[in-house]
């Protein structure tokens, strides 16, 4: 298990720092006092893990989308959605919106994970 927690960190921080999202909007998405805790916190609490492994899915549809291009993808986070009717970062924080915008972003892929 701390093996594959080592991962998830190394997956959530480097997520974190191509979308350009802050501790904040992390504590938001995944829930948590702060990054470390969240990270802390993924063996017990299990909505965390699911949010976390979500929000690493979602990053992985973004980036096939715009084409590896992280100013995109963040500013695709940032901008307001037509079809999603908000902010896709604003939603995200949202207790379903997560799996709403996951779920956006592969069906507007030719792929499935």
């Known amino acids: 298990m ?3 927690a080592t991962i998830i960190t190394k997956a959530l921080t480097r997520l974190a720092a191509w979308l350009d999202l802050s501790n904040q909007d992390l504590r938001a998405i995944i829930g948590g006092a702060d990054n470390e805790t969240v990270i802390a916190s993924l ?3 299990e909505a965390a893990l699911t949010n976390t492994l979500l929000l690493i899915q979602l990053h992985f549809l973004l980036t096939a989308i715009v084409g ?3 100013g995109a993808a963040a500013s695709w986070l940032k901008s307001y959605n037509v079809v999603l009717e908000a902010r896709p970062l604003e939603l995200m924080q949202q207790h379903t919106g997560l799996k709403r ?3 956006y972003l592969e069906s507007r892929g030719s792929f499935s994970l």
Request: charged share 35%; hydrophobic share 40%; net charge negative.
């Open 43 to 45: 063996a017990s609490n």
């Open 68 to 70: 590896g291009d992280a």
């Open 2 to 4: 701390v093996e594959d």
């Open 101 to 103: 915008v996951a779920d």
